[in-house]
């Protein structure tokens, strides 16, 4: 689970929303109680003269005749759920006294989730920004910040230097909002260096300052102070991280005195809360509560010892050797592969079943003993390595069964409902466990828990003799321990309909064209928020990272909208309108790229007719420095070229077509000349889109030396691959191997299409069956175009490789019937992490519909700059036959 996705369910009960709109008054539609309660000084009116607005997260303040340096040492201030209200009130009376800028998270909810366990360890702790006007006023200010507020509670900021004992903390950084490309060639914030160039304002979870600065006099006693707490005293060598959350770090160690391998658990005081606001420490102190009345069950680790060092508190526990249930799945379930045989299904079923009662019985064993895990999942089962037995890890969350309480801490995949607690909290957790095994997909359950009737069926079709055990599964699942159906097992809007609560799962098909194109469309104009100025279709939490990106084509309205026209669906004028108006003067800090910005932007107002904005924003990208971009299609200038190479083709501009050529030189010298250790792979960031780039130029100009360095381009990327042991070729990524459209090998392989209509090349031809195969496993672990399945089935349709027929994207289409979900009845798709649903192109409905629409063999849909290939044209049209007949 990527961590930051968790803060961006609780706005909305369907779709991913920014933490911020839970404030009272913000037109959300998540819940509004004592937890989201503002700040008594977030309530009162800007003074006279002063300026008041909101940014993200943060409310700012600042005198209007008094604008800020660009950077310089600010001064932050942390602090409690319960002192804050008092610290926020003096911190504001001391600058509006003097007339310093200074900015604040208005609520305790906010505040809660900048603390959480698993938020940015960057930026957790920061409660209040002081801007000084320069350096003398900065040591004045944080001298009285601190004989102020200091010695009051609050978490170690740990981007930032500690003013004596806090919670008065500073650090160098921008003051104003700036932008420049790091390394990667992504947008970051940005500082001035001291030749006046812009560079990226580093934020990482240490005190650094940068290069060409020096600390001043008036810190260097709190530096010393910082330099002099060192693990040199300890009895124990830590070896290597194994884990870090905001809350402190996992490591491996030794025990110098006895040579015997520890886990050594960090806990950070009053950072990584739960849901109950228990921090770090507090959780350490239950954890090893627990597991000292459980010492002695061979399915828990042992205590060895515990420690403060500074402020932070450490557990020393037994190293329990193994792997965990995780990894299981991708070297031994069977559905990695395309075609399993009979065999490797029953043994796998076998297997996944003796391992769940393994796990039943540690759990009954910790409840013997009267305690609840309250934290069950996937990662936290640790097998041994005969596969003999389990030991369960991470015992933070448990509590006494007298307790009766509700879980604080939980994986999105496993958490049980509301009403649930003691006991049944764990066996909840252990019904999800019998659908992951055989389809990890339970995070769906956090939107309509009645999927899990759906997800059962679909693993009972492929594993037949499991169907009793996933059956007992699913009545848990939906069992409501205090009687009676639960209330929320059917959430409104997502699940219920006009038909009723027992709509077939899912309403319609996705194989069911045009029935599926018709319900998706409609789930999607359903969700749309005209009203709003940051999105009118939700998405991905990416539409909230930079500017526009609610407008974009990756994440935004523009994707959306060409999805939706180019499936054959009908237009949305509104929201076009909507499009029209937000992109005609865009935010500042709007990234240039395809997916992600301005060209993007350009590109689909054209497709839409749209011409004169288009151009008007065209012109706009061409009056931009390019040089410091990177080279790929999502956001560099691989995709600006394609967009203003198609536009130059519409409209006959030569500044435009000029403009692509330029595109195309620093594309192909930006990733050619990069060091091997910086280039990324694939479709999106990597070699793919500098070769779609120099492909689609050459048929332009029938320039050989384009094609010569788009071969090259796909050559570098088909090194970062590896052929796995089920003979698919896969994007080495260091920790993982990935076979996904957007950077994985399969990205890869749709431009060697391309670029194979116009030169044979033996190599190519012989890394394509391996993509193939990439492309028909049985499972991936999202639908999304660029990370899931959808991107599968429209490779699929469109590929030229030999042996891939009607029937490798039909079996793909109807495998996209596992994700599906419900949206006011109509059939619509999760985004990433499955926490929650999204409608944009990259991520959820939108990019299942482009892939479905272009699986048809009259007109199919496309993906920008990836028109349909010659040699698919007769290919048979896979929607034909009756649902009967496909199965």
């Known amino acids: 689970m990527i961590k930051g996705y968790g803060v961006f369910c609780d706005a909305d009960r369907h779709f991913y929303d920014t933490p911020h709109r839970l404030w009272p008054g913000s037109g959300a539609s998540g819940a509004v109680g004592e937890r989201d309660r503002a700040f008594e000084a977030a309530e009162r009116p800007a003074p006279e003269g002063w300026q008041r607005h909101r940014v993200g997260d943060w409310l700012a303040l600042r005198p209007v005749e008094h604008p800020l340096p660009d950077q310089g040492w600010k001064i932050h201030v942390s602090a409690c759920l319960d002192n804050a209200d008092s610290v926020l009130a003096r911190v504001w009376d001391f600058c509006v006294a003097r007339g310093i800028a200074f900015k604040f998270v208005p609520t305790r909810y906010l505040l809660h989730n900048r603390n959480a366990k698993y938020a940015d360890r960057g930026s957790s702790g920061k409660f209040v920004t002081v801007y000084p006007a320069d350096d003398g ?24 230097l500690r003013w004596n004992a806090g919670p008065v903390y500073l650090r160098y950084g921008s003051f104003t909002r700036r932008h420049c490309y790091d390394e990667r060639g992504e947008p970051v914030p940005a500082l001035e260096d001291a030749d006046g160039v812009l560079v990226p304002d580093r934020r990482g979870p240490v005190f650094r300052t940068p290069e060409w600065v020096s600390v001043p006099d008036f810190l260097r006693p709190h530096l010393e102070a910082r330099a002099a707490v060192d693990v040199t005293g300890l009895p124990y060598d830590i070896e290597r991280a194994l884990h870090f959350s905001n809350g ?67 557990l020393v526990m037994e190293y329990v050797h193994g792997r965990p249930l995780n990894s299981f799945f991708a070297h031994r379930h069977p559905m990695v592969e395309a075609d399993p045989p009979p065999e490797g299904l029953r043994e796998y079923a076998r297997w996944a079943m003796r391992l769940h009662g393994l796990v039943e019985e540690a759990v009954e064993a910790v409840h013997g003993r009267g305690i609840v895990f309250n934290d069950l999942h996937l990662f936290n089962i640790m097998v041994a390595e005969d596969e003999s037995s389990v030991t369960l890890l991470d015992f933070e969350a448990a509590r006494d069964a007298d307790e009766d309480g509700r879980q604080t801490v939980a994986n999105p995949g496993f958490v049980a409902p509301r009403g649930h607690r003691g006991f049944d909290v764990d066996r909840y957790a252990l019904a999800c466990l019998r659908l992951a095994l055989f389809l990890p997909l339970t995070n769906l359950l956090a939107v309509d ?49 006009a038909a009723g609560e027992h709509d077939p799962y899912p309403p319609v098909e996705p194989g069911e064209w045009p029935r599926s194109r018709d319900s998706m469309a409609a789930a999607v104009l359903a969700s749309a928020t005209p009203d709003r100025d940051d999105r009118y279709f939700p998405g991905d939490i990416a539409q909230f990272s930079a500017p526009g990106g609610g407008l974009s084509f990756g994440h935004g309205a523009a994707g959306v909208l060409y999805a939706l026209t180019e499936s054959g669906a009908a237009r949305c004028p509104d929201a076009e ?20 910005g301005l060209s993007g932007l350009a590109w689909t107002l054209n497709r839409l007719g749209h011409r004169e904005p288009a151009l008007a924003l065209a012109e706009l990208l061409l009056a931009q420095p390019w040089e410091g971009i990177g080279p790929g299609l999502h956001g560099g200038t691989a995709g600006l070229g394609l967009a203003l190479d198609s536009l130059a083709a519409d409209t006959g501009e030569t500044d435009l077509r000029s403009g692509a050529l330029r595109c195309a030189e620093l594309a192909a010298h930006g990733f050619l000349e990069a060091p091997p250790e910086r280039r990324r792979a694939g479709l999106l960031y990597g070699g793919a889109g500098v070769a779609l780039l120099c492909t689609r130029l050459y048929e332009r100009t029938g320039d050989g030396a384009l094609l010569d360095l788009a071969r090259r381009a796909l050559q570098a990327d088909l090194d970062r691959c590896v052929t796995s042991a089920f003979g698919t070729l896969q994007v080495d990524e260091g920790w993982r191997t990935m076979p996904y459209l957007g950077a ?70 109807d495998a996209l019937s596992r994700y599906a979900m419900r949206y006011r009845g109509h059939l619509a798709f999760p985004g990433e992490q499955l926490m929650r649903l999204s409608n944009d192109l990259s991520t959820g409905t939108a990019g299942c519909l482009l892939a479905l629409a272009s699986a048809q063999r009259e007109q199919p849909a496309q993906l920008p700059f990836l028109p349909p290939l010659r040699r698919t044209q007769n290919r048979p049209l896979p929607w034909s036959g009756t649902n009967e007949e496909k199965k």
């Open 577 to 596: 309108e909507w499009l029209l108006r937000h992109s005609k003067e865009p935010a500042s800090g709007t990234p240039l790229g395809f997916y992600d």
């Open 449 to 497: 828990r009645d999927k899990a009737r759906h997800l059962a069926e679909e693993a009972a079709r492929v594993f037949p003799e499991t169907r009793q055990f996933l059956e007992l599964g699913v009545a848990e699942i939906l069992r409501d321990p205090n009687g009676g159906r639960p209330a929320e097992a059917v959430p409104a809007g997502a699940g219920a309909s």
């Open 248 to 314: 402190g770090g996992v490591y491996a160690g030794r025990d110098r005195r006895t040579g015997e391998t520890v886990v050594l658990k960090e806990a950070r005081p009053h950072a990584g809360l739960a849901s109950d606001g228990a921090d770090a420490v507090r959780r350490l102190e239950r954890e090893r509560t627990a597991l000292e009345r459980l010492s002695g069950l061979a399915c828990t680790p042992e205590v060895k010892d515990a420690f403060t060092l500074g402020d932070h508190h450490f």
């Open 744 to 813: 994985g090998s399969v990205g890869v392989g749709i431009v060697l299409d391309d670029y194979l209509e116009h030169r044979p090349d033996e190599a190519f031809e012989r890394a394509r069956p391996e993509i193939v195969r990439a492309a028909r496993a049985g499972f991936y672990a999202q639908s999304g175009l660029f990370r899931g399945l959808a991107g599968m089935v429209l490779y699929l349709s469109r590929t030229t490789a030999p042996g891939v027929g009607s029937a490798d994207v039909r079996r793909q289409i």
């Open 137 to 160: 006023e900065c040591a004045s200010i944080a001298a009285g910040l601190d004989a102020l507020v200091g010695g009051e509670p609050g978490p170690y900021i740990l981007s930032d």
